[in-house]
């Protein structure tokens, strides 16, 4: 080595240029990563940019300052689509050892115990924990889904598996092993038998040996409920021509939720409705909408064959809905001939543009396109992902733009506008989760998240202002609205789209809604990722959106955009 060494010290005291050379381009190389490293995702600014308030579409609405941004053609990036192909989904990673909490360990069962009740106050937002349970491997207490994990397993993702399902209860074993139930069927025992830390989380109690922990979760909406994979719908007036709306009917005298839904998967149908003693199996048609819920409490007759489950009454239908798939909306293709228009889905990066397409083309039966190209998407079903945005081939083209001259190339606009603090999170989660995963914990409390919203919160507002002054011929639909009033909302979009869908179509789709980009389960995040300072001036560009729709004699934003 020493002989080397000398060797290269000889060869450039006989050559000093080559030294010198050498220093000058490793210098060069340094600088130039460096310069690289600064610049990298830094956007430029657009002349609408620089001046943002000169869009203002309210006279003498001045927009708060915008910060710098790019919202040309420039916006190609797809993010770190990158996603963890795991078998129960992408889930949230738990805390990391650095964060998780700091408890003395006292020593002893009860001890952890003791531990286990500190974090479980942390998750009273979304459940309750109720006791240690008995858990027997040949009959088991929580009997729906289940899975293992022997390195990661916290809380709050067992929770979050048993809540994306739609159970009742999630319960932890062993400090590894999570399951799902609707009801639990065991005996309580001793806090003390609970005596496991959970394999991802030090300090948190994840049962014991034969012991779950077991927490009743807190469904944000009733419509999330589920037996098993049937979805709950809930209860409906029996319809007046039942032969017709639900032509597969079959006596059940020992009635069970799970007898009729597995009979009407088994004859294909996407919806099953129990009777008292009956089961009814069909389609949601225009003589069974699912669109007018009766109080529960009129359906509320127990099974026969479940005591904890309710089987409606010959008056009163309890729903739910298969896994089988409603294939009434799902053939698509390419327009017949070239669209002499072009109507763009404008939309804020986050606010739902992906699942607004989903819809479009499962209501009109026709791709619809994008003025950026997206491999993931197209591997996904949007076939008109690969063709030019001016292809004319396509029903509407997705677009993230917002200059005058990206806005003008549009002969009409639907413009999706969905709650600032939704989508700047939704779109964060994108670039650094992919579609349908979660930026990591390190992304929402390292620089990115602040620099993320510094950049993006001022130009959410840039995007309503510019589509507003500059759009021809714009509908404003506002994410909130489209998921809680879909067929209605839905109709308005592909009647601007020229195309004429019978309304069987539109309700084939309110069952076919989520597709393949929906961010189920429980709220990702333990903490509200918003500062003050962030809220006060997203706040502003609320109230800028909001005047700046009602000056057109629009509808103004949802109430629940502020106060935050």
Same mark, same amino acid.
Request: glycine share 10%; proline share 4%.
């Given at each position: 080595m020493a002989k080397l060494w000398f060797k290269f010290q000889r060869y450039f005291r006989r050559k000093p240029v080559?030294? *010198?050379?050498?220093?000058? !381009? /490793? $210098?060069?190389?340094?600088?130039?990563?460096?310069?690289?490293?600064?610049?990298? &995702?830094?956007?430029?600014?657009?002349?609408?940019?620089?001046? %943002?308030?000169?869009?203002?579409?309210?006279e003498g609405a001045e927009l708060p300052f915008l910060g710098d941004l790019n919202l040309g053609r420039a916006f190609r990036d797809t993010g770190e689509t990158s996603s963890i192909a795991r078998r129960y989904g992408p889930w949230f990673? +738990?805390?990391?050892?650095?964060?998780?909490?700091? !408890?003395?360990? /006292?020593?002893?069962?009860?001890?952890?115990?003791?531990? +286990?009740?500190?974090?479980?106050?942390?998750?009273?937002?979304?459940?309750? /924990?109720? +006791?240690?349970?008995?858990d027997d491997t040949q009959s088991r207490a929580l009997r729906g889904v289940s899975f293992f994990d022997y390195k990661?397993?916290?809380?709050?993702?067992?929770?979050?598996?048993?809540?994306?399902?739609?159970?009742?209860?999630? &319960?932890?074993?062993?400090?590894?092993?999570? /399951?799902?139930?609707?009801?639990?069927?065991?005996?309580?025992?001793?806090?003390?038998?609970?005596?496991?830390?959970c394999k991802g989380e030090r300090g948190s109690v994840c049962g014991g040996a034969n012991r779950l922990s077991v927490y009743r979760l807190q469904l944000a909406q009733e419509s999330a409920r589920r037996y098993g994979s049937a979805v709950f719908r809930g209860c409906f007036r029996r319809p007046d021509n039942l032969s017709l709306a639900l032509p597969v009917t079959a006596a059940m005298p020992n009635m069970s939720v799970d007898k009729c839904v597995d009979?009407?998967?088994?004859?294909?149908?996407?919806?099953?409705?129990?009777?008292?003693?009956?089961?009814?199996? =069909?389609? %949601?048609?225009?003589?069974? %909408? $699912?669109?007018?819920?009766?109080d529960e409490q009129l359906c509320?007759?127990?099974?026969?064959?479940?005591? *904890?489950?309710?089987?409606?009454? %010959?008056s009163y239908f309890i729903v739910y809905q298969t896994q089988v798939q409603d294939n009434r909306c799902m053939?698509?293709? *390419?327009?017949?001939?070239?669209?002499?228009?072009?109507?763009?889905?404008?939309? *804020?990066?986050?606010?739902?543009?992906?699942?607004?397409?989903?819809?479009?083309e499962l209501a009109t039966g026709f791709y619809t396109g994008s003025y950026y190209f997206d491999g993931s998407l197209y591997n996904k079903g949007f076939k008109g992902e690969r063709d030019h945005w001016r292809s004319g081939r396509t029903i509407c083209i997705k677009t993230h733009e917002s200059g005058q001259k990206e806005i003008e190339a549009f002969d009409a606009a639907i413009l999706l506008i969905r709650n600032p603090y939704k989508a700047l999170m939704a779109e964060f989660n994108r670039k650094y989760g992919g579609h349908i995963g979660f930026a990591a914990h390190a992304h929402w409390k390292g620089k990115e998240w602040p620099e993320f919203v510094r950049n993006y919160a001022p130009w959410w507002a840039t995007h309503t202002l510019d589509w507003l002054k500059f759009g021809k011929k714009v509908l404003v639909?506002?994410?909130?609205?489209?998921?809680?009033?879909?067929?209605?909302? $839905? =109709?308005?979009?592909?009647?601007? !789209? &020229?195309?004429a869908v019978r309304e069987d179509r539109l309700l084939c789709v309110e069952s076919q809604k989520d597709g393949n980009f929906k961010r189920s389960g429980l709220r990702k995040l333990e903490y509200d990722p918003y500062t003050a300072d962030m809220q006060k001036t997203i706040s502003a560009y609320i109230k800028t959106v909001d005047a700046a729709l009602k000056g057109r004699n629009l509808t103004g934003v949802p109430d629940d955009y502020y106060p935050r």
């Open positions: 080559r030294f *010198f050379t050498f220093l000058v !381009l /490793y $210098l060069t190389a340094g600088s130039l990563v460096f310069l690289h490293s600064g610049f990298v &995702g830094q956007p430029a600014v657009s002349q609408n940019q620089a001046n %943002p308030a000169a869009g203002a579409p309210v990673k +738990g805390k990391d050892g650095n964060e998780r909490a700091k !408890l003395v360990d /006292y020593g002893g069962a009860w001890s952890r115990a003791l531990k +286990g009740r500190v974090i479980r106050e942390k998750e009273e937002e979304r459940a309750k /924990y109720i +006791g240690c349970y008995l990661k397993m916290t809380v709050f993702r067992c929770q979050d598996n048993c809540a994306e399902r739609g159970y009742l209860y999630a &319960g932890l074993e062993f400090g590894a092993e999570c /399951y799902c139930g609707h009801k639990i069927q065991a005996t309580n025992v001793s806090e003390a038998e609970c005596d496991m830390d009979l009407c998967t088994e004859k294909e149908y996407p919806l099953a409705a129990l009777a008292g003693t009956a089961c009814h199996c =069909g389609f %949601p048609t225009t003589r069974f %909408p $699912l669109h007018e819920r009766e509320a007759q127990k099974c026969s064959a479940e005591e *904890f489950e309710s089987c409606g009454t %010959p053939d698509r293709r *390419f327009l017949p001939a070239k669209s002499k228009q072009l109507i763009a889905l404008a939309s *804020f990066p986050g606010a739902g543009n992906t699942w607004a397409r989903h819809l479009i639909v506002h994410f909130e609205d489209l998921k809680q009033d879909l067929f209605v909302q $839905l =109709g308005r979009m592909v009647g601007l !789209l &020229g195309v």
